[in-house]
């Protein structure tokens, strides 16, 4: 006996089958189903096997398949009831698919069921639907001349309605009854022409506002030329009537603008022929306007710029950059250059429209920014001072993430977890150093320092590392910290580091300057001062030594003066010792600027010394000038006390008595060095002196002065008279013999 054909057809079937069998209960109503048969299509389109779901309940084998909301009991169940055919849509979220799934109970107390695998017919219809419902063009279908099929959700909200309450009803069910009259003539326009029609028709949309809409109804035919239904679609077109409108009210206001604006342009046909321009475009290409009338572009040499207008005539937007020299005129002028095609009424292009642009101006920056590059570049690679161009930027977005919850302690949180720090740092990128950190770190080359830079690094360099993640995170800008670093053979350096965010990388932390100085030798000088703490006493008892000596000279001063003195001088007295004293007192004012207790630079006190004279001889009825010319003189400290008494007396000289009777004069005062004997000379183009022989034998009290503290410098004295006014002149040596004396004892 041969195989039952409907089993070998099911077997054999491409579509999924399996036939259950009605199980009751004690109701008579039917409680479950058992499966009996599946055939290799169902195995293959579900992966349950025929053999292990046999005899089986379907409690236990649908549910394996089918979503928990799809109740498939009562799907099969009504169809074993009523003993009609039934076909559902269920999705399988298990399996990702969707079945169609035909039912029948062709057998008492038996089911078929027929399983076909609609999910890619379903992934299109939805595609569909989104595409549809996803686009600003409104479009649905009639089925007549009166009621809707499908429409989109766009159609839906002009409506301001959802698409379940207008798919199936009719145009008086939804709209006004003259609305639907009008709609429903232009339907049957449609319906009873076959042809496609398109109108332009003002609406009111759902808010109530009056919307120009473009609708377009295109009836679909059967194969005997019979209308099976009318797709619709409306655009929009209200803004752009508005816009025609603005154009059209606007063009004076446009034409304006084309003659005046700071931009060069011009029209042209679509031959490339210049039909109009305004006056900006004539000065940029330095020609005049009978000249550029109606001159034929194509024909220029410059192929490059031809071809960005004939490209405009495509209908394509180019653009032209270079120096254009002109051919109607003697100049070469830089340009930027913009071309756009100009349509016509029917969309085709009629020409087209050029602005340019002179950039003269812009590459005269551009070449200034180019070279101020160069400079900087320059400037970082040449400089003496290690300096590192670096990338925080990706630790600048982790940071972002650990801070957005709020951490009460930074530091401490960082302090906490080391290994989170040096991940850290592993994410700064170091994008450049100069020659100065390859000599500083003794490589050979920058790839060699780059490729070692992780032994730069000692555990308190990440240390260190935590303020700046802390400044960071707190959006600063700079920071100032001094650490260890290892040279790449080792050797370690203390260093002084200013870290700094360039200029417009303030947001991402991409450009960071570090400056790196070694200060190590500082250091270590330190550590001496800091060892030699005793040579404070020996400094203390130079200062009172020096005190003492300054004492005295005061004392002799004041003994000198006295001996001079006259009845009813003593004003005259009190002001001169002051203003000796006022002397000596800025060689210790420059002292203690400098903290040099060995020397000072006499240059700069012989100018403080001429403008404190100036202000206690100050006459505003003379006008005496005085011109300091100095070297860079370093002096030893003992001799800058008679030296600026010896300058003090001078000038006082000068100023009280070479320009008794004139309302103005001139001061020079000058200090020389050579090897190590000093020249200062203090000159004046007053009265002079009639007999300067008195002067090298004084019997006055001033120069009785200058004699003695020449005398102390043991230097030499020229007086000279010669000329206008008088030149005095004083040589001494520098004193270090002296002092190397001083140093033995």
């Given at each position: 006996?041969?195989?039952?054909?409907?089993?070998?057809?099911?077997?054999?079937?491409?579509?999924?089958?399996?036939?259950?069998?009605?199980?009751?209960?004690?109701?008579?109503?039917?409680?479950?189903?058992?499966?009996?048969?599946?055939?290799?299509?169902?195995?293959?389109?579900?992966?349950?096997?025929?053999?292990?779901?046999?005899?089986?309940?379907?409690?236990?084998?649908?549910?394996?398949?089918?979503?928990?909301e799809t109740d498939w009991f009562a799907l099969f169940g009504r169809a074993a009831a009523d003993r009609k055919p039934q076909v559902s849509e269920v999705y399988s979220r298990p399996l990702g698919k969707w079945f169609r799934i035909a039912l029948s109970a062709p057998v008492e107390g038996h089911l078929s069921a027929f399983w076909m695998n609609i999910t890619d017919s379903k992934r299109v219809e939805e595609e569909q639907t989104l595409l549809l419902d996803n686009i600003s063009t409104q479009i649905?279908?009639?089925?007549?001349?009166?009621?809707?099929?499908?429409?989109?959700?766009?159609?839906?909200?002009?409506?301001?309605?959802t698409k379940e309450q207008v798919e199936g009803k009719s145009l008086y069910e939804l709209l006004s009854r003259d609305e639907a009259d009008q709609c429903l003539i232009a339907n049957k326009l449609v319906f009873e022409s076959r042809k496609p029609v398109v109108t332009e028709e003002w609406a009111a949309n759902s808010r109530g506002e009056k919307r120009l809409l473009r609708i377009s109804k295109k009836p679909k035919l059967d194969a005997l030329g019979s209308v099976v239904?009318?797709?619709?679609?409306?655009?929009?077109?209200?803004?752009?009537?508005?816009?025609?409108?603005?154009?059209?009210?606007?063009?004076?206001?446009?034409?304006?603008?084309?003659?005046?604006?700071?931009?060069g342009l011009f029209h042209f046909d679509s031959n490339a022929v210049i039909t109009d321009f305004n006056e900006k475009f004539v000065e940029i290409i330095g020609s005049s306007q009978e000249a550029l009338t109606g001159l034929d572009m194509q024909r220029l040499p410059d192929r490059k710029l031809v071809t960005a207008i004939q490209g405009a005539l495509h209908g394509e937007r180019t653009s032209y950059v270079g120096e254009y020299a002109s051919t109607t005129a003697d100049k070469v002028t830089p340009v930027r250059a913009f071309f756009a095609p100009v349509y016509s009424y029917h969309q085709t292009v009629s020409g087209g429209i050029g602005i340019v642009e002179d950039v003269t101006e812009r590459k005269m920056a551009e070449y200034a920014?180019?070279?101020?590059?160069?400079?900087?570049?320059?400037?970082?690679?040449?400089?003496?001072?290690?300096?590192?161009?670096?990338?925080?930027?990706?630790?600048?977005?982790?940071?972002?993430?650990?801070t957005r919850r709020p951490v009460s302690d930074l530091r401490a949180y960082f302090l906490s977890r080391p290994k989170l720090v040096r991940e850290l740092a592993a994410e700064v990128i170091v994008l450049n150093v100069n020659q100065a950190t390859v000599r500083q770190y003794n490589a050979n080359s920058k790839e060699e320092f780059l490729e070692g830079i992780h032994k730069v690094f000692t555990d308190e360099s990440y240390t260190a590392f935590i303020e700046a993640l802390v400044l960071i995170a707190r959006k600063g800008k700079e920071l100032t910290l001094t650490k260890k670093h290892r040279t790449l053979d080792g050797r370690l350096l203390d260093v002084h580091l200013y870290w700094a965010v360039a200029p417009g990388f303030e947001d991402d932390y991409s450009r960071v300057i570090t400056s790196a100085i070694d200060i190590t030798e500082q250091k270590q000088a330190e550590q001496i001062i800091r060892k030699n703490l005793h040579e404070k006493n020996v400094l203390l008892s130079e200062i009172h030594h020096r005190v003492k000596n300054n004492l005295a000279v005061i004392s002799s001063l004041l003994t000198l003066q006295a001996d001079f003195n006259r009845p009813g001088s003593m004003q005259a007295f009190l002001e001169n010792t002051r203003n000796r004293i006022h002397s000596m007192a800025l060689v210790h004012e420059l002292v203690y600027e400098t903290s040099n207790f060995a020397e000072i630079r006499f240059d700069h006190l012989l100018h403080r010394l001429v403008a404190s004279l100036k202000k206690i001889y100050h006459n505003e009825r003379r006008n005496i000038s005085v011109t300091v010319t100095s070297e860079d003189a370093m002096l030893d400290l003992n001799l800058s006390v008679p030296c600026t008494l010896l300058a003090n007396e001078l000038l006082s000289n000068a100023f009280l008595h070479a320009f008794e009777g004139r309302d103005a004069g001139a001061i020079e005062v000058e200090l020389h060095k050579n090897k190590k004997e000093y020249r200062l000379v203090v000159s004046d183009d007053g009265k002079g002196v009639s007999?300067?022989?008195?002067?090298?034998?004084?019997?006055?009290?001033?120069?009785?002065?200058i004699h003695g503290l020449v005398k102390q410098l043991g230097g030499s004295i020229h007086v000279d008279a010669s000329g206008s006014g008088l030149r005095v002149e004083v040589r001494f040596s520098d004193g270090s013999r002296g002092r190397a004396a001083r140093a033995r004892k």
């Open positions: 006996m041969g195989q039952d054909p409907y089993k070998l057809a099911t077997q054999s079937s491409p579509v999924g089958y399996t036939w259950q069998k009605i199980c009751y209960g004690d109701d008579g109503a039917p409680a479950d189903l058992s499966v009996l048969e599946a055939n290799p299509a169902f195995e293959e389109l579900t992966g349950l096997k025929a053999s292990e779901i046999t005899d089986r309940s379907a409690f236990e084998v649908f549910t394996k398949i089918l979503d928990e649905w279908y009639l089925v007549d001349q009166e009621h809707y099929g499908k429409v989109n959700q766009a159609h839906a909200d002009f409506l301001g309605l239904f009318v797709v619709c679609s409306a655009e929009d077109v209200t803004e752009q009537q508005r816009a025609m409108e603005a154009v059209t009210e606007s063009e004076q206001k446009f034409q304006s603008i084309f003659r005046h604006t700071p931009l920014l180019r070279e101020s590059e160069t400079k900087y570049r320059s400037l970082f690679e040449d400089s003496p001072i290690s300096l590192w161009e670096q990338d925080f930027s990706k630790v600048k977005k982790r940071l972002d993430k650990i007999n300067p022989v008195m002067l090298e034998n004084p019997s006055s009290f001033g120069y009785t002065i």
